[in-house]
């Protein structure tokens, strides 16, 4: 029995024999050709691209009718890159002046651009590095009459085992004849996660090498709660694991019992709103038929990161998804969106904001900085909102306030721009809340202040414990720093809760600490009523919340209060919630 650690994408267990599947890296040998055959080659590869344009055209409507419309703009990018005239003209340059054969003028192109993003050196970039690859091998197949089919064998279900998993490979992946998936390599952020999380099975990526011992029908187990894969596991541990499927099947037939509810409910009485943290309008649906109180955070980035060459989205654009949140969620459901918070890692490709290069970007021209030197670009937002607001219950929040002066400035514009549609009788909601991010140690301290003019705060833990600990969250060499359980991080969090009570401001907390159950039970101890998670967690926050007492919650803060270190806290928080959850899915 050997064990393996990964990245642990999708939630779940699974029990099978694994596939493998060979991921046809095709090697193409350098073969020259005469000049009177240039013309040949270039019809060759005007046709290979044609055929593999239709091709990707079918994942994309594959993914589009069967995973919605996320997972069918991965293939949109695929399209555009084999649209792009600089690929084109790359290969058809190597193929004239070189006198090389189209197959290995493709492979050339496709792999300089790969290689240009590896250089990067940023996990995202090295993902899309992948997704050209994936690109470049439909194109040759196309030239060699290499066919692809199924990816796995479809008599019975399998686990299927990859080095890497093309997006095009795991979008042909049938969700009932697969029982979960494992990789050699990929990350949290790939778009081949993104497309195996939507299939809905247990994955785990980024496991190291594993497939040299896989042989012949292997038995292996899928953990996609812990990241970890067992091959050829005992049977005193399938025994286990068998047990803990079942807890789970279990567990999640409880969980659906709990959609009709709007706010969950402590057995002492006491109502907790849960709501969600979106980046997509569609996803509103999702958070309504959970029974989400309402959405505690509409991230807008992906407006501006989607779009190519720097191109700003425009105020259609803005109405358009805010209109489809709004309506979905409805008068009864309030839904903060949040103003861009662009800058640092979140920058639209062909975009620099900055007059000049940043050598710490997460401290420099960011969120409401930007907002405040880019007004028109903020204003367009802003007037898109307004717009949007007569269609559902908008709250408008503000990112990174660190001064009541950027507070005040912010606020003016937003005023501003409700004065421009008073003046041409332009509907709107007059009544919408303006709020802030609690984000830096500098608004904490500060609050007192804030409180006096702000509508609503909502604590984003994920800058905070960035800010508080001086850590880089995305510096692997400091990672073990940026803890969610931080005993820094919970003082923090006190004093926002006493003086968010002290001026019955409501508060709600959106950063990525919410999302983890066993978070939930201290956050609701420190004094929080309201948490706004991951969609996916939803109801297993309203269950968490439903199972302790604000009392045992009280006495789970005093007791992590005193603890020295976030391991120690972790610990004692996953033990504290084993104790009261028998069948516990969350380890």
Excluded at 20 to 44: G, Y
Excluded at 78 to 104: G, K
Excluded at 235 to 258: C, G, S
Excluded at 555 to 567: G, N, R, S
């Amino acid at each position: 029995m050997k064990y393996y650690h990964g990245i642990a994408v999708a939630p779940g267990v699974a029990i099978g024999l694994l596939s493998v599947v060979a991921n046809n890296q095709l090697f193409i040998p350098r073969r020259a050709i005469d000049a009177n055959q240039v013309d040949d080659e270039l019809r060759r590869l005007e046709a290979a691209f044609e055929r593999a344009q239709t091709a990707v055209s079918q994942c994309r409507d594959k993914a589009q009718e069967e995973l919605g419309g996320q997972y069918a703009q991965i293939f949109e990018a695929h399209l555009l890159f084999l649209m792009d005239p600089n690929l084109r003209a790359r290969v058809e340059t190597a193929i004239q002046d070189d006198l090389v054969s189209v197959e290995f003028a493709v492979a050339q192109a496709f792999d300089f651009y790969a290689a240009q993003l590896r250089k990067l050196q940023d996990a995202t970039y090295a993902e899309r590095a992948n997704d050209i690859n994936d690109v470049k091998n439909i194109v040759l197949r196309e030239l060699l009459a290499v066919k692809q089919g199924s990816v796995v064998d479809e008599r019975y279900p399998v686990i299927v085992a990859a080095s890497f998993l093309a997006p095009s490979e795991a979008a042909k992946l049938e969700p009932a004849m697969t029982l979960g998936i494992v990789t050699e390599q990929g990350g949290r952020g790939s778009h081949t996660s993104i497309v195996a999380s939507a299939l809905g099975v247990p994955t785990v990526v980024g496991l190291g090498s594993f497939l040299s011992d896989v042989y012949g029908a292997c038995l292996a187990i899928v953990d996609g709660d812990r990241g970890q894969l067992i091959l050829d596991p005992t049977p005193e541990v399938v025994d286990q694991y068998e047990q803990k499927l079942e807890r789970q099947h279990e567990h999640q037939r409880r969980l659906e019992e709990k959609r009709s509810k709007n706010y969950a409910t402590t057995p002492d009485g006491v109502k907790v709103a849960v709501e969600a943290n979106i980046e997509f309008p569609y996803e509103a649906k999702t958070c309504l038929e959970c029974g989400a109180t309402g959405i505690g955070l509409y991230r807008t980035e992906f407006l501006y990161l989607a779009e190519k060459d720097g191109v700003m989205p425009d105020e259609e654009a803005h109405f358009q998804a805010y209109k489809e949140a709004l309506a979905t969620m409805g008068q009864d459901r309030t839904t903060v969106i949040r103003t861009f918070d662009l800058g640092a890692d979140k920058t639209p490709e062909g975009r620099n904001f900055a007059r000049e290069r940043e050598p710490n970007p997460f401290m420099g021209l960011r969120s409401v900085r930007l907002s405040l030197r880019y007004t028109d670009m903020f204003r367009t937002q802003l007037r898109a909102i307004l717009r949007a607001s007569v269609y559902g219950k908008a709250a408008v929040m503000f990112p990174l306030v660190t001064t009541i002066r950027e507070w005040r400035q912010a606020k003016m514009i937003f005023h501003d721009v409700c004065e421009e549609f008073n003046e041409r009788g332009e509907p709107y909601d007059h009544d919408i809340a303006l709020g802030i991010m609690v984000e830096t140690p500098a608004t904490v301290i500060m609050l007192d202040q804030f409180a006096i003019e702000v509508d609503f705060f909502s604590l984003g833990t994920n800058d905070l414990l960035q800010y508080a600990q001086a850590v880089d969250r995305s510096n692997k060499e400091v990672n073990a720093l940026y803890a969610q359980e931080s005993p820094a991080l919970m003082r923090l969090i006190k004093r926002v809760v006493d003086v968010s009570n002290l001026y019955g401001k409501p508060l709600a907390i959106c950063g990525q600490m919410a999302s983890v159950p066993a978070n939930v039970p201290l956050l609701l101890g420190l004094g929080l009523r309201a948490l706004s998670v991951a969609p996916g967690m939803i109801l297993q926050t309203k269950e968490i919340c439903e199972t302790f007492t604000i009392q045992e919650c009280e006495e789970i803060a005093k007791q992590a209060w005193l603890m020295e270190t976030a391991d120690d806290v972790r610990i004692f928080l996953n033990n504290e919630l084993k104790k009261k959850v028998s069948n516990f899915a969350y380890d």
